[in-house]
Structures are given as C-alpha cells and as structure tokens.
C-alpha cells in the first residue's frame, strides 16, 4: 500500500535526523534534544514575527532583553548584529535614557586593510595591576572586557573549558569563581583565582584557610591575580550555594564537601573579621606570591568602605583592585528575595564606593572593576564613565555559549549543557567551537567600545568622563553623568600619567 511507503519514509528521514542530531558537534540543544530541539530554532526564527502580534517586545524579557540577547548571539557567531530601521526606544519617554555624546570631529576606527587595524581590536587596561604597592608580578591586563567569577560545580566542566579557551583567543582574564581550580580551567586562559568563603582550593580539614594549600596552587597554575570574595551582588550577605544535584564525584572532590549534598558556604570568612585584618590577609597573600591582590564585593552599608579608605590612606596596606558587583548581577542559585532586594544596583553601590575613594585621592592607586549586566557596548561605556577600569562578565559570555536564558542554573536542568553537570545534557555543549563563539563576543564587544570611545573623540574607554555622557528623565530634562552621581573634576579619569600612557599605548 503506498501510505506504508510514505510512512517508511517519513520514519526513515526522522531517524536520519536523529542521527545527524546525535552525532554534529556544533548546537548542544540538538544534541541533547534531537529532532524536538529543532522547533526552538524554527521558532527563533519566526519569533520575531509571533511576538510582534501575540507576546513581548524587543526590550522587554529580564534579565536579558530580546534585543541584547540577540547582540550577543550574534557578535558571538559573527554574524551580521546590525538592527535596521532606526531605534525602537522610547528615548523621549524613558526614565534614565543613557545619551553618549559624540564629538563633532570623532576618530575612526581602522579598517580592515587600512593601517593600525588589528582583528582583535585589543584595549589594554589604562592601569598597572598591583603597580601601586609594587607587587613583584604587577601587569596591565590585555583587556579591558573579561570574563567574571563562575566556578566549576556551577557551570558543567565543558562550559567552563569552553570559556577558559575562548579567554585564551580573546587574551582576557578568567576569573575561576568560588569553586576552586579544576583541570577544565587549564586550557590556555590566564586566571583570576577567587577565593570565597569556604577556601576552595586551599582549605584545610577543618575548611580554614591555609596558607600552605593556597601556595601549592599558586605555583601550579596560570594565576595572574587573586580576588577575595566578600560578596556578589545576586546573594550578598549569604554564602556560595551549589545544588547537591550539581555535587558530583569530581565538584566534590575539588572543593572537599560530599557527593550530592548541597555544598553551602559560610557567609563570612573565617581568616580575617573586619577591614583591618582584611588589608593584613591581602598583603601577606601578596607578600607571599608577588601577586596583585584584590576584593569583590557588592555594597550595602558603607562604614565598611570608609574604614577600608581610611586604613589605606594612612597605613602602608592596599588592595591592589576592587571588583564590585551589582544588586541585578547573576548566580547559579540564589534565594529570590536575595537576588530581588539585597544589595545595591551597580550604578548607585560603584559611585557611592568610588567617590570615598575619589575623595582622599586613592582612586588613582586601584584597579576599579564593574560588574552586573555591563557586558553590552552602551551599558559599559557607563561603567567606564563612572571610573571602571575593566568590567567583567558572566551571563554574556553564558550566552555566547549557548545559554538561551532558561534560567535553571539552580535546578541542575539546564537544556543548553551550560550551568549543569548532568552528563547527558553536558554531552552536547562542544568546548572548542563555543571558545571561539566565546571569544568572538568578547572581541567584539571590545570593538564596539572602541567605536563609541572614539566617536566621542578618545581613543580609550578609560578616558571617557562624566560629562561625555548624559541621563534623560522622561521629562525633557536630562543631567551629566557627573552632576547626577556628584563627580568632581577629575573623578572617573586614570592618573594623568596613565592616560598618557595609554593614549601612546592605544596609538
Ligand atoms: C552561574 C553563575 C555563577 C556565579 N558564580 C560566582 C562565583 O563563584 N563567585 C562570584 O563572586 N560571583 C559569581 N557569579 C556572579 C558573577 O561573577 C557576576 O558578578 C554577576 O553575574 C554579574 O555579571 P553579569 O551581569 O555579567 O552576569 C556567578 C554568576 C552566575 C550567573
């Protein structure tokens, strides 16, 4: 009968997919869901449309707007992240309406072909790392743009490959996250080792610090810097959570905690109580390897951070950076009103810690690093404004390989094999073709900042100040950056031999 042919062809073609699905290396939903997984992509594409009629606008979704998402997968494919037809924002009616204000006689970038291009459209940090206190291993990070702490046990050992050789190819920093060093954080990228509250890494049997265990792995591996963890934005004021689905054999023997039980840091550190003691832990971990040291940290009360001022103004200790994260950054699991209500978005917690800084002169002396949704060309233009000297990212570089913003880091579920350690959905994420997504993002975010940089007539993001940049009310009112965050002249800006330096470094 002629239906039974259409039938065994019908069967015939689905199974042929299904291995095709199965066995290509390149989109880790088809891999993991077969067949199924190519609805997601036909529905991609006519979104667009559908949403347009029936469901959400470009910028609506959180935390990630269609729009940026779309950025992101973009840049990270190096496809063509151009949007036509002009802006769909509301600029007149929209409450803090960000304006970059170009010069009238902007710099252009190079073209490929012209003379000073370079592919990798590189933009070193204006300051010396630990150059300061003068750490035996101070140095100018490569990139301005570079990858925030996500520790193995959150993200599956794939992603993190995948994000340590894409840092390798955009010649940027790998911060490890809380979670310790692992072998999937050893493929080339230099790294930021983080060390949280439950030491990681470097932890003895009664999960304190030792100072032996953190020297051993400190010889061991490509570590640049260490960041101390206080805080992060998404969970200030509690410990790291990792799922116990997520703890398996190899989570749990790096960190030293059980198989399958969740894995729940301390909320504060064991090794030092208070800034003064903090400040003696920073410079013996720095007299001990030559290495910069810093914090991160998300900001709630303030007398901690006039303290810290205040000790560093007149005592012979530093930190070396300050890494600070916003109330809106992200986390592999969290409890909601955490993540919703405690701890300062990044605009308000980053200006209120720079101008104590800004204001007895330190400024000048610290790295200043920005984190929690910055990770777009507009938003870190605003980052630099404010006075960052390099911002991190997490959810985006997430994104770039593979993330589709389900937002299940914390159920162990995840369909894109990113934020899990189930082995079946693992198997689909390939490391080395998402290192390259991973460093086409970040490279390319590098050169859109680049391109507002010098369009507002400076050739490095560091050189932005607050009066480059303007806030609309929604009101036909609008501010400088400077008057609504109270900047003086001069805040914002490296040293005025760092932007000499980097104005004949850029050149
Ligand atoms: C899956 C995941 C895991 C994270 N793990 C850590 C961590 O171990 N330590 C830490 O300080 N921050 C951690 N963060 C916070 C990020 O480092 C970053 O500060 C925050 O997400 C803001 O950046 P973003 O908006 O670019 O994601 C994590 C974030 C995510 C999404």
Redesign the pocket.
Known sequence: MWYWWVIFVVCGLLLGIFAYDLFQRKHAILRNFPIIGHFRYLLEMIGPELRQYIVTGNDEERPFSRDQRRWVYTTAKQKNSYFGFGSDNEMEQTENYLILKHSAFPLSLPHASEPGYDPNHPIPCAKTLGAKRGRAKAFRPASVVNV????FG??SGPAVEAINRGCKLAGCLHNT???GISSHHLHGGDLIW?I?TGYFGCRDADGKFSLERFKENVARHPIRAIEI?LS???KAGVG?IVPGAKVTQEVSQIRGVPVGKDCISPATHSAFDGPDALLDFVEQLAAETGLPVGI?SAVGQMPFWSELTQLMSSTNRAVDFISI?GGE????AAPLAFSDHVGLPFKWGFSRVYRLFAELGLHEDVVFIG?????FPDSAMFAFALGCDMI?????P?MAIGCIQAQR?HTGHCPTGV?TQNRWLIHGLDPTDKAARMANYVVNLRKEILMLSRTMGVVHPGLVGGDHLEILNGRFGSNTLADLFDYSSGFGLPSVEDQQEITSLMK
């Open positions: 925030s702490a996500m520790s959150s993200l996250g809380e979670g983080q949280g963890k992060q934005g998404a790291g991160k994260d950054g992200g986390s592999g984190a929690a949704k910055l990770g991190a990212v997490a959810r985006e997430m880091c934020a």
